[in-house]
């Protein structure tokens, strides 16, 4: 627990159970969201996904003109923590500790269990009456209708909270975590360029080709598979494609037609 001197106040009301107010999370990937305001004006909310045991917790400092911070946990685990504005990672210990004060009425047992205890935060209300609350689950029961819309949004939420664990991995374990879906990326276009050489395809259907794969891929890498494209692929696969169509306006230059 941190030092009282450094602990924000809490502010002067009678019934700290209403410190938090809880509505609906409008993050995706996230069933509730808590939100209060200290005394010195600064936002806090948490979101928490209850299946996945997994916390958001954002801070908008009224002393720094607003600026948000941002930590995320999983089962205890600090996944990250960052300034939103300048995407850097910070260590949110000297913002978030002084807090404790105030999560110690959040209503909601398994977030504060979610959030482990880091930064000096409690594990669990101070409040009896609030203890075993939140124990709720945003996974559909098992007599619910199956929904097409449903379950596409179920996969992208996924991807998206697997994308945010893999952000916290080293750089080779990424890499390796990508390399299947790139590879095959590449392959395409190799298999695009041995049917040019095997004369199934002209110049000018290898160009289009080319440049279609370029653009899905990258497509496929920002909507389907959640992560930012790999550009180098994106720029090879554009750049062989401008080339092709450069060589077919050589060939006909010199009246050389395929």
Same mark, same amino acid.
């Given at each position: 627990?941190?030092?009282?001197?450094?602990?924000?106040?809490?502010?002067?009301?009678?019934?700290?159970?209403q410190l938090w107010k809880s509505r609906p999370s409008q993050h995706e990937g996230f069933a509730r969201n808590y939100y209060t305001e200290t005394?010195?004006?600064?936002?806090?909310?948490?979101?928490?996904?209850?299946?996945?045991?997994?916390?958001?917790i954002s801070l908008?400092?009224?002393?720094?003109?607003?600026?948000?911070?941002?930590?995320?946990?999983?089962s205890g685990t600090i996944l990250q923590e960052r300034e939103v504005a300048g995407k850097r990672?910070?260590? +949110?210990?000297?913002? &978030? /500790?002084? *807090?404790?004060?105030?999560?110690?009425?959040l209503p909601d047992e398994t977030a504060l269990q979610s959030i482990g205890g880091n930064y000096g935060l409690p594990t669990q209300p101070v409040l009896p009456a609030m203890r075993g609350s939140g124990r709720q689950s945003d996974v559909l029961p098992i007599n619910s209708r199956f929904s097409v819309r449903g379950w596409i949004r179920e996969y992208f939420r996924r991807k998206r909270e697997a994308s945010l664990?893999?952000?916290?991995?080293?750089?080779?374990?990424?890499?390796?975590?990508?390399?299947p879906a790139e590879l095959t990326d590449i392959g395409l276009g190799l298999i695009l360029y041995y049917a040019y050489?095997?004369?199934?395809?002209?110049?000018?259907? +290898?160009?289009?080709? &080319? /440049?279609? *794969?370029?653009?899905?891929?990258?497509a496929m890498d920002w909507v389907w598979r959640q992560r930012d494209p790999f550009l180098p692929k994106v720029a090879g696969l554009l750049t062989a494609s401008a080339f092709a169509?450069?060589?077919?306006?050589?060939?006909?230059?010199?009246?050389?037609f395929l």
């Open positions: 627990m941190i030092a009282p001197s450094t602990a924000q106040a809490l502010p002067d009301t009678p019934n700290l159970q005394v010195q004006g600064d936002q806090l909310e948490v979101d928490f996904n209850y299946g996945r045991r997994m916390t958001r908008r400092v009224a002393a720094e003109n607003g600026r948000e911070y941002v930590a995320l946990f999983k990672s910070v260590d +949110l210990t000297s913002r &978030l /500790g002084p *807090l404790a004060n105030y999560f110690q009425f664990e893999l952000e916290e991995q080293p750089w080779y374990i990424r890499a390796f975590q990508r390399a050489l095997q004369n199934a395809l002209n110049l000018t259907e +290898l160009a289009g080709y &080319l /440049g279609a *794969l370029g653009l899905f891929s990258g169509v450069y060589l077919q306006l050589q060939y006909r230059m010199w009246g050389i």
